[in-house]
């Protein structure tokens, strides 16, 4: 199962942050929307509200100069009925100063806004001719400069002049702009021919220029082209037109633009330089509508992405969240038979599909393991066994370290013992009760009475060599040499004596052992190659042997060897010389007990 999650953990990880990655791009996308399309609504919209801007301020500047020459039409208008009254017309050929008492008074020129009048005749000759200052409310001379040009050809008419002749328009003077109007004076009835001409003219003040824009709402300004003073939007304006463009358009701030035009004088020369002034509506709507495009953007941006953040929530954040979290859960639990559940037929319940499928593999995988792992644990457990019954059958026939010597070098083993202990042991009176009892019996007898022997044995820290029908071989002093071996012997031999005498015979008599024990030098080793058997080797192992076969059922003869070693700690009789096969008369001893202490 940790292959489960080490496999699913990297997917798993990210879905951690895949909620806050998916609001980042949706974020990041709705502001890059955001900023694109303000990028190119600004250059656009933006671009189009200044070019309608623009438009609209020309336009406006237009509208100025059409005032000015509709001002001119109107005042060329307003005197048309004295170029065709009869008075005048006999006025500028009498000079009837009538006339003038009771046409040409203050009033006159207080009501129209004119500032001279000039009266002449067909050859140019001034017959009435005055100037008025409105703000002194008295007559004075006339404008500078209009002198030379009251001449015929020029503003005044001769007897040739088409009958509906008009000269109008605007003329500059050194005191101001004025609006000057010359018309034939050709009487009633309008035939002529011209008797002279009548001139009237009205300065351009600032506050005759704001009673002209005022119908219009404009805001106007007009100064001359060739004014030295003129200020930096005027000159720029000048410096930019030129005889095809007569309009220009430049930004005075943020809330307001101005248009400029020139306005050509009575001879259409360039005279004036005309400038309106707009308030920026059209420039601040734009930014105004780039501005609610803008948010009406992003609130649109952010609906779409809540809506698609809960979309992605319900069909994809929350079926994953609840995958990962059933992952974790059969990781958590190791449960490799858990499946999880994903309902549908789309990507995630394909990709469950592909987790139960990988989680089935697993489990049959774990499960081969699991069999395998028993069996190999069941093969183990039979070759320790094995090994085991190996180890016990070995240390039957062989010392421990013997059998670790021959399980680690399979070389000849093979040690001398200066001096050790033997003892044989054989049942008196065995043969006639072999023959007596079944094999099984037989067997069975001898098993209970060696094993008693082999745990005496143990318990004495002895070695068993082997035994040979009812005969046992004990020896004391190897494989590890001790000193005390011959009274280990000993005591070995009277146990045995008093173990024997516990089992019954067929007649319920007690056994009873004839042994022998003999102390001396030996060689002990491991012959076989196959079947391993440790024994011994030696004179001393053969008088040992003597010691037994020589001796009486029931008692134990030690040689002089042995007695010598135990005669301190033992009660020992002597028996004499005794006939030895191959070694003659030997003396012998009884070992009959241990010594009780003094």
Request: proline share 4%; charged share 25%.
């Amino acid at each position: 199962i940790g292959s489960v999650s080490l496999t699913l953990k990297p997917a798993l990880d990210a879905l951690l942050s895949l909620r806050a990655k998916t609001l980042l791009a949706i974020a990041a996308t709705l502001l890059g929307l955001s900023f694109a399309l303000y990028g190119v609504s600004s250059r656009a919209l933006l671009a189009n509200s200044m070019a309608a801007e623009a438009q609209d301020t020309r336009r406006t500047a237009q509208v100025a100069l059409n005032l000015f020459h509709q001002a001119s039409r109107d005042f060329n208008a307003r005197w048309t009925d004295w170029s065709q009254w009869d008075d005048a017309y006999t006025f500028v050929q009498d000079g009837n100063q009538e006339f003038v008492r009771s046409n040409l008074v203050a009033e006159l020129f207080d009501i129209a806004r004119i500032d001279l009048a000039v009266f002449a005749d067909a050859d140019g000759e001034a017959v009435y001719s005055a100037g008025y200052d409105h703000s002194a409310k008295r007559w004075a001379p006339l404008p500078r400069g209009i002198a030379e040009r009251l001449r015929v050809g020029d503003l005044l008419f001769g007897r040739d002049a088409p009958n509906n002749a008009v000269r109008g328009g605007i003329i500059l003077l050194p005191d101001g702009p004025m609006l000057l109007c010359s018309q034939p004076s050709v009487g009633s009835a309008g035939r002529g021919p011209a008797a002279g001409t009548v001139t009237f003219g009205r300065f351009l003040t600032s506050a005759e220029i704001a009673r002209l824009a005022e119908p219009a709402g404009l805001s106007l300004a007009v100064r001359r082209l060739d004014d030295p003073e003129l200020p930096a939007d005027f000159r720029e304006a000048r410096a930019a037109m030129s005889d095809r463009d007569t309009t220009f358009v430049h930004p005075l701030g943020e809330d307001r633009i101005a248009g400029y035009a020139v306005l050509r004088d009575i001879d259409g020369r360039p005279a004036l330089l005309v400038r309106v002034d707009n308030d920026r509506a059209i420039l601040r709507m734009g930014h105004d509508t780039l501005r609610y495009l803008v948010l009406v953007t992003v609130l649109v941006g952010l609906v779409f992405g809540g809506v698609t953040l809960l979309l992605l929530e319900k069909l994809v954040l929350y079926r994953l969240a609840r995958l990962s979290r059933e992952v974790t859960e059969i990781g958590g639990v190791g449960d490799l038979s858990a499946r999880v559940a994903m309902p549908g037929n789309d990507e995630l319940s394909r990709l469950t599909g592909s987790i139960n499928g990988m989680l089935s593999a697993l489990e049959a995988n774990a499960r081969r393991q699991s069999q395998q792992k028993a069996a190999l644990e069941q093969a183990k457990a039979t070759a320790e066994r094995a090994h085991e019954r190996s180890d016990r059958l070995l240390l039957n026939i062989l010392p421990r370290s013997i059998a670790e010597q021959l399980k680690e070098n399979e070389r000849l083993i093979a040690e001398h013992f200066d001096e050790v202990t033997i003892l044989f042991a054989d049942i008196a009176s065995f043969t006639p009760l072999a023959a007596r009892l079944n094999p099984t019996e037989l067997v069975g007898l001898l098993n209970r009475m060696f094993s008693s022997f082999d745990q005496l044995a143990e318990q004495l820290g002895l070695e068993k060599i082997k035994t040979i029908g009812d005969a046992y071989m004990v020896v004391g002093g190897l494989p590890v040499q001790r000193p005390d071996h011959a009274r280990a012997i000993a005591q070995m031999a009277l146990a045995m004596a008093d173990t024997v005498s516990q089992f019954l015979a067929d007649d319920g008599q007690p056994f009873r052992l004839r042994i022998g024990i003999n102390t001396g030098p030996v060689i002990a080793g491991v012959i076989g190659k196959r079947k391993f058997s440790y024994d011994l080797w030696g004179d001393a192992v053969n008088v040992a042997s003597r010691m037994e076969s020589s001796g009486e059922p029931g008692r134990i003869q030690v040689s002089e060897a042995s007695y010598a070693l135990l005669r301190g700690d033992f009660a020992l009789e002597e028996r004499g010389l005794v006939a030895i096969k191959g070694k003659g008369a030997m003396k012998t001893y009884w070992l009959l007990g241990e010594s009780s202490p003094q």
